[in-house]
């Protein structure tokens, strides 16, 4: 039996994600990490180098496959918010790892500051606007995307029990207002 990197790489992420996911990075433990991937604990030094670096290439994954799954789209911000805030619904371990990122690490990577500017810019661009109020439009907006995964059950549906027309009625309502903010903000037609 041939020994397989990529294949303990994949691993290795999976089983990091979960652990961060639950954990945080203060709390994720590398021995729990290498177990949960049979891997051992020099793999995981070998190929990120420390428990900071995994956690941030679990980030990265994750970060990229919602950039895939999720297509910017600054001339159409509506439609851009209701799709990042339906994939964050149906994934809400992404919001879970911002925000242990947050509360952990707060200052921005230099690929998060990348990122956010470049889609200011974008949307700087796109709507003849300056880069500070881009950078507005994309608080607000990626804000409003991330509402429903903030906000506990008992406080956004009656009683604390989600239901799928709840669900929708929320969405709708986040696609309303970035429209709105899309309006207010860069005097544009926000309409879906």
Do not use: C
Not at 19 to 41: M, P, Q, T, W
Not at 139 to 167: C, F, H, K, V
Request: glycine share 6%.
């Amino acid at each position: 039996m041939t020994y397989d990197s990529d294949a303990t790489r994949a691993r290795l992420l999976e089983a990091a994600h979960d652990e961060f996911v639950e954990r945080g990075l203060a709390g994720a433990r590398v021995d729990r990490i290498a177990a949960a991937a049979s891997a051992n604990k020099q793999a995981i030094y070998a190929y990120y180098g420390s428990k900071n670096a995994l956690f941030d290439a679990v980030l990265d994954a994750r970060l990229g496959v919602l950039a895939d799954l999720v297509p910017f789209t600054p001339d159409d911000l509506p439609a851009y918010i209701g799709a990042l805030f339906d994939y964050l619904v149906a994934e809400p371990t992404v919001m879970r790892l911002m925000q242990w990122k947050a509360l952990e690490r707060p200052e921005a990577s230099a690929a998060e500051v990348r990122a956010h500017v470049d889609k200011a810019a974008e949307i700087s661009t796109a709507h003849g606007i300056d880069a500070e109020q881009g950078i507005d439009v994309l608080m607000l907006t990626l804000a409003l995307a991330q509402s429903w995964n903030l906000t506990p059950p008992e406080i956004r549906s009656p009683g604390g029990r989600d239901s799928a027309a709840r669900l929708k009625r929320h969405r709708a309502a986040v696609s309303r207002a970035t429209a709105a903010v899309v309006t207010e903000l860069l005097g544009a037609d926000g309409a879906d």
